[in-house]
């Protein structure tokens, strides 16, 4: 096949350009009928926002270009089949759950895992068993789950029937998973992976090496985090006998809106074709410009470039820089918009950069963003000091939920304060975000330790989803009986 054939853009762009006239959903009728002030910006794409016409084919019964680009997909990821989802990698993983995962199953879970995964393991009424990962402790953040944990999780919990794991983390930071996934399919257990941020792993070394050429057997990438996508691009591999193809085309079907972005699946369709002809010149080139690019960070004496031990793979493509004069993730992040450099998130001690995938001979403006972030450290000062204030708290590397997803349905909730919430259990889920790991999960209990970092990273002024009560000090937590 012909990776830089791009079927469903070509028929989208032989859409636009045709002299159509729209008796059709949706309503603006090819960017006809928009609001006059926004027409300019919103005009181009509009034209494109079709529904499933003759000739456009249908994302839920593809026959034709969609059906080809996901063929052409999974050509270039080397798999059995590639979907293109329009919902997110969050799709994508509730997908791969519900897919593999019976009522009552034991699945084992890393522990710092997107909220997406939690609500799969939810919706599936699975037992889950938690692994706690190893820390970073020089970047004060989660990594990847240990191998020899996972074995003796199988031992405790033989009957498990599936193994979700996070790879790489938010950071850019990867462990090799062969070990894992050797064992569980020595077991017939499939290991399902979240990549979200590793849809250009395809790339050769010094990216990490994709869980798809490790033998994962269902991966999730999302393809608009790192390659040429519009928001929500992402996709779905299977490689594996292990699971259920029909199955997953079931749950894509349910859970997948019936009226797809067709700019969204052609710009994936682009990112496809893009990554393809990403070559062995455009590599170097790039590594070349981020080398430069970390070399001029590190001459900024107010802030350090945070590496990585010979034993962790790092992507390139991510940079994470800490303040050397006591500023806070958060308040160094703050300090950058107002020089209008924008990151992809803060902590309380790091900001992360997410990097473009150039080719050679493209720009970006990388030695500005060297001047200006200068410009916006310079002479400041913080209170922080340099201890990592957001530490993984499991001492028990394999934990289960104290109430069983069934249970929290039948049980009824009540608001109590950060103090009396310590020892009950949790009836919400609190996530700092990004990145979008709980804190504290629905069904377990709080401990001492993780109201202490929930106050801290409250006066950090984090943002968070769930925690409906904390702007008063207040936990939702489950009434004992």
């Known amino acids: 096949m012909n990776q830089l054939h791009t079927p469903l853009f070509d028929v989208l762009e032989n859409f636009y350009i045709q002299n159509k006239v729209s008796y059709h959903v949706p309503g603006h009728k090819n960017g006809q009928i928009f609001l006059e002030k926004a027409k300019s ?22 026959e034709g270009p969609i059906r080809d680009a996901e063929s052409l997909l999974a050509e270039l990821y080397g798999v059995m089949n590639s979907y293109f989802l329009v919902n997110g990698s969050t799709v994508g993983n509730l997908a791969m759950i519900l897919a593999t995962c019976g009522e009552g199953d034991t699945v084992l879970v890393q522990r710092n895992c997107h909220k997406s995964v939690l609500h799969g393991l939810m919706l599936a009424n699975v037992k889950p068993v938690f692994l706690a990962p190893g820390f970073h402790k020089e970047w004060g953040v989660a990594g990847g789950v240990d191998s020899k944990i996972v074995l003796e999780a199988l031992e405790l919990y033989p009957d498990s029937k599936a193994i979700i794991l996070t790879y790489p983390n938010y950071y850019g930071l990867a462990h090799d998973l062969t070990d894992i996934i050797t064992f569980a399919h020595k077991k017939n257990i499939p290991v399902l992976v979240d990549e979200a941020h590793g849809a250009h792993f395809k790339l050769s070394s010094p990216f990490p090496k994709s869980s798809l050429d490790m033998g994962a057997d269902v991966v999730i990438h999302s393809a608009h985090k790192t390659l040429p996508a519009m928001t929500m691009g992402s996709y779905l591999h299977i490689n594996s006998l292990l699971v259920d193809v029909n199955r997953v085309e079931f749950y894509l079907q349910m859970l997948q809106s019936s009226s797809p972005s067709y700019p969204i699946m052609g710009s994936l369709d682009l ?7 990403y070559s062995q010149a455009d590599q170097d080139s790039l590594i070349k410009e981020i080398s430069q690019f970390k070399v001029g960070l590190s001459s900024i004496s107010e802030i350090e470039v945070l590496e990585h031990s010979e034993d962790v793979w790092i992507d390139p493509l991510k940079i994470s820089i800490r303040s050397k004069c006591g500023l806070s993730g958060y308040e160094l992040q703050a300090l950058l918009e107002e020089k209008g450099i924008y990151s992809e998130l803060a902590d309380p001690q790091n900001v992360l950069f997410v990097l473009p995938l150039l080719k050679k001979g493209e720009f970006y403006p990388f030695d500005k963003t060297t001047t200006l972030i200068k410009s916006a450290v310079k002479d400041q000062k913080g209170k922080q ?53 709980p804190l504290i999960m629905s069904g377990e209990k709080i401990t001492s330790e993780k109201i202490s970092i929930l106050e801290n990273l409250l ?11 904390l702007a008063n000090r207040k936990l939702v937590v489950y009434e004992e009986d």
């Open 41 to 62: 910006l919103y005009e181009p794409l509009l034209s494109v926002d079709a529904t499933e016409l003759t000739g456009l084919d249908d994302l839920h019964a593809p």
């Open 385 to 437: 000091n340099n201890e990592s204030n957001y530490y993984w708290l499991e001492t028990d590397k394999i934990t289960t939920l104290s109430l069983s997803y069934s249970k929290m349905k039948q049980t009824k909730i009540m608001q109590v304060t950060f103090n009396e919430a310590i020892g009950k259990i949790s009836g919400e889920m609190v996530i700092p975000y990004p990145p979008g790991i």
């Open 271 to 277: 990112a496809r074709a893009y990554l393809s002809s």
């Open 459 to 469: 006066s950090l002024h984090s943002r968070f989803h769930g925690g409906t009560a």
